[in-house]
């Protein structure tokens, strides 16, 4: 099982990125997807996760309105694209799946990615 996140980079305040995050070695369109973040000296945060078929999302409050995640399951990547970035969205981002539910606990969680670190200078 793999899964290798990317499009990380630095960027300035009201910049976009695109993250994506490749998986291999399951059967992606059985799993749910999410996005964590982790910032220096603070724990694993919940971003957005989005259900197997990609028509149901959620989001931690902070980013409603300027992240969106999305899927294509003939890719077997997830995507999440960032706009309007502010300095607190800087962290290492981090891609999940999970076979059960719609999880906002990274401990739910059975794959993890390796993270692609995302800076937003002001």
């Known amino acids: 099982v793999q899964l290798q996140a990317s499009g990380g980079g630095l960027v300035q305040a009201g910049g976009s990125l695109r993250l994506s995050c490749a998986a291999s070695g399951f059967t992606f369109s059985n799993y749910i997807m999410a996005w964590f973040r982790q910032a220096l000296g603070k724990e694993r945060e919940f971003v957005a996760v989005i259900n197997w078929s990609g028509y149901r999302m959620a989001y931690v409050d902070s980013v409603k309105g300027r992240f969106a995640i999305s899927r294509d399951n003939a890719k077997n990547t997830v995507y999440l694209q960032m706009n309007n970035l502010k300095p607190e969205d800087t962290a290492v981002y981090y891609c999940?799946?999970?076979?059960?539910?719609?999880?906002?606990?990274?401990?739910?969680?059975?794959?993890w990615g390796q993270g692609t670190l995302v800076t937003v200078s002001s």
């Open positions: 999940a799946a999970d076979r059960a539910r719609q999880s906002r606990s990274a401990g739910e969680y059975d794959y």
